[in-house]
Structure formats: structure tokens, C-alpha cells
């Protein structure tokens, strides 16, 4: 039985990640926002007095435009070095290689599977004396970290469809032959066996 969509929560350690502007009338007499304001706040109590509504410590992923709750959407975290995104991964999809510089990367997988590969930062080694890649599978429930600078890369093995998250590009599975030179061997190989599970066929190049 195929799975449709896979939900990812993922949690980037950074008050820096950044997002599309999603509007937000808090801007004081002075002109700075409040995401300015509460950077700028003298105490902890005087950020508070800030956001003086329940519901501004509420980000509604089912409302928002935006799949990504950062400072400048949810002004609740400024300065607390955390944000939280959303996002579906298609199956036979996978994330382009990637990295954060300025942030570490918390993925939970709600549902499905999902395959990772890490390469930590250069001097990092495995046991052959090679470059190490830290491979995850996981399953619902369950979470793995991407230190700050490390490059990384995740494939769901189930899907159809093709989505961007602020995270990096998703590519169909039939694509696979535009991007073989730039991703891991063995993640083509994954992608060609769900394509074939799948019934799905390979686009040409």
C-alpha cells in the first residue's frame, strides 16, 4: 500500500532563518516592528509586555501562508534561536543536497519513511579513513539532527507529487537521470527501485 504524502516537522536552531514576509500590523509609532522591538527590549518582562495576547504565542501552520514559523512570522521566537517549518515530501521525491550555515536542523517524520544522508564537517572520518556519511532510515515517530554546516539530503520513497520547502527543492523521482551526477550513488539506486514499486516511469533527460 502506497502512502500519498509524508508530513516532515523540522526545528532549525536559528533565530536567524528567514522566510517570505507574512503580514503582521506591529509596527509602533516609531516604524520598527515588532520583531525590531522585542530585539531591542531591555528585559525579559519588557518583551513579554510586548506580547500582551495569549494568542501571540500561537502559530496556526493550518492558517498560515507561510509553512515556517520564524521571527519574522511568529515574532514569539525572536531571540530564542529556534524556528519550526513544516513540510510534504512527494514519494520517489527528494530533497536537493543542502546545508544550513547558520543553523542546525531537528527533522521528525509524522508518517511514512524516510531516508537521510549526512556528511559532517571535513576531518570527519570513518573507520576505512574516508569522509564519513551518516545514513538514517527512519519511520514515523522518529527524529535525526543536522549540525549547522553539515551538508545533508533526505528521499521518500512514495509519492508522486513535487514540492519546495525553505528547507531546499524537492525533485520527482522521474527526474532522476537531470540530477544522477549530484546526488549519493546509492540514493539514485533507492529512487529507480521506488520508481519501479511505484509503476512510475523515468522522464528523459
Same mark, same amino acid.
Given at each position: 500500500?502506497?502512502?500519498?504524502?509524508? =508530513?516532515?516537522?523540522?526545528?532549525?536552531?536559528? &533565530? @536567524?532563518?528567514?522566510?517570505?514576509?507574512?503580514?503582521?500590523?506591529?509596527?509602533?509609532?516609531?516604524?520598527?516592528? *515588532?520583531?525590531?522591538?522585542?530585539?531591542?527590549?531591555? &528585559?525579559?518582562?519588557?518583551?513579554?509586555? *510586548? *506580547?500582551?495576547?495569549?494568542?501571540?504565542?500561537?502559530?496556526?501552520?493550518?492558517?498560515?501562508?507561510?509553512?515556517?514559523?520564524?521571527?519574522?512570522?511568529?515574532?514569539?521566537?525572536?531571540?530564542?534561536?529556534?524556528?519550526?517549518?513544516?513540510?510534504?515530501?512527494?514519494?520517489?521525491?527528494? &530533497?536537493? *543536497?543542502?546545508?544550513?550555515?547558520?543553523?542546525?536542523?531537528?527533522?521528525?517524520?509524522?508518517?511514512?519513511?524516510?531516508?537521510?544522508?549526512?556528511?559532517?564537517?571535513?576531518?570527519?572520518?570513518?573507520?576505512?579513513?574516508?569522509?564519513?556519511?551518516?545514513?538514517?532510515?527512519?519511520? =514515523?515517530?522518529?527524529?535525526?539532527?543536522?549540525?549547522?554546516?553539515?551538508?545533508?539530503?533526505?528521499?521518500?520513497? @512514495?509519492?508522486?507529487?513535487?514540492?519546495?520547502?525553505?528547507?531546499? &527543492?524537492?525533485?520527482?523521482?522521474?527526474?532522476?537521470?537531470?540530477?544522477?551526477?549530484?546526488?549519493?550513488?546509492?540514493?539514485?539506486?533507492?529512487?529507480?527501485?521506488?520508481?519501479?514499486?511505484?509503476?512510475?516511469?523515468?522522464?528523459?533527460?
Amino acid at each position: 500500500m502506497l502512502i500519498a504524502n509524508l =508530513p516532515i516537522a523540522v526545528m532549525a536552531l536559528s &533565530s @536567524l532563518a528567514m522566510a517570505a514576509p507574512h503580514r503582521r500590523d506591529n509596527e509602533s509609532a516609531t516604524g520598527l516592528s *515588532l520583531t525590531a522591538q522585542l530585539q531591542l527590549a531591555d &528585559s525579559g518582562a519588557a518583551r513579554y509586555r *510586548l *506580547l500582551p495576547k495569549d494568542e501571540d504565542f500561537i502559530y496556526d501552520f493550518n492558517k498560515s501562508q507561510v509553512a515556517l514559523a520564524n521571527r519574522q512570522t511568529f515574532p514569539a521566537v525572536t531571540g530564542l534561536d529556534g524556528s519550526m517549518a513544516v513540510a510534504s515530501l512527494p514519494a520517489c521525491a527528494m &530533497s536537493f *543536497l543542502h546545508l544550513h550555515p547558520r543553523a542546525s536542523e531537528l527533522l521528525v517524520v509524522t508518517s511514512g519513511r524516510l531516508i537521510t544522508e549526512m556528511v559532517p564537517e571535513a576531518g570527519v572520518l570513518d573507520a576505512d579513513g574516508k569522509q564519513r556519511v551518516i545514513r538514517a532510515d527512519l519511520g =514515523p515517530n522518529q527524529m535525526t539532527v543536522f549540525p549547522k554546516g553539515s551538508f545533508h539530503t533526505q528521499l521518500f520513497a @512514495l509519492s508522486d507529487d513535487v514540492i519546495e520547502t525553505s528547507f531546499g &527543492s524537492s525533485i520527482a523521482g522521474e527526474d532522476i537521470d537531470r540530477v544522477r551526477q549530484a546526488i549519493p550513488k546509492n540514493f539514485v539506486l533507492k529512487v529507480e527501485e521506488c520508481l519501479k514499486k511505484c509503476g512510475l516511469e523515468k522522464r528523459a533527460v
